[in-house]
């Protein structure tokens, strides 16, 4: 049985400004604060060179980058075998079925807050955070609703809408009352620099 630390808190970092922000405020509210990054196997090397090892060369080279600004250790996990499985079949098979899928609400579920909730707790982490703009409040009967992100415009909670009571329990989104701009305000004033300057907004797994 695993003993499970509440103030221990991993942030899923991707690169990305919102990831960073996430770490950065979690650190300044006291939380023991690491990171966790993981590879889906669709990453494209940033160079002429495309080989698997480069790629992985430059993953570790992003992910010191952040390390070194948040002043935390960030755990690497290789997700790729159930990326593909689990979401990029699905989106495959349901598209050739005629349908529309949301390869979104199949890894948030399964792979982000599925897999890498998994991965933390082996390390008897408590909570897992990402840079979403969604919120969760819970009830007075114990029960976790998950709501919009304050700002319109950033507002993921769709995305995140198949996520179930015992991942609601253990995830935090400290940029759920916020918004976008005061997200690259606090980048700016606290010299935070991503590593991709990209919004991940699209299908991951589709290249152009």
Do not use: W
């Not at 009967?141 to 609601?168: I, M, R």
């Amino acid at each position: 049985m695993l003993f499970i630390i509440m103030d221990k808190i991993s942030v899923a970092v991707s690169g990305g400004i919102d990831s960073l922000v996430s770490a950065f405020l979690l650190k300044k509210e006291g939380y023991d604060v690491s990171g966790i990054h993981f590879i889906t196997g669709f990453e494209t090397s940033e160079t002429s060179e495309t080989g698997t090892e480069e790629i992985k060369k430059q993953i570790l080279s992003k992910i010191e980058t952040l390390s070194d600004q948040l002043s935390i250790k960030i755990k690497i996990v290789d997700l790729s075998l159930e990326f593909k499985n689990k979401v990029v079949n699905y989106f495959s098979n349901a598209y050739l079925s005629g349908k529309t899928p949301n390869p979104c609400l199949v890894c948030n579920p399964e792979i982000k807050f599925g897999r890498l909730l998994e991965e933390i707790k082996k390390d008897n982490i408590g909570f897992l955070a990402t840079g979403h703009y969604a919120r969760i409040q819970k009830d007075s009967n114990g029960v976790f609703h998950l709501l919009k992100g304050t700002d319109p415009k950033k507002d993921q909670s769709y995305f995140l809408s198949f996520l179930n009571q015992d991942q609601l329990k253990h995830i935090h989104f400290p940029l759920g009352n916020i918004h976008k701009s005061e997200t690259r305000r606090i980048a700016e004033e606290n010299n935070l620099t991503p590593s991709s300057t990209s919004e991940s907004q699209d299908i991951c797994f589709i290249k152009g």
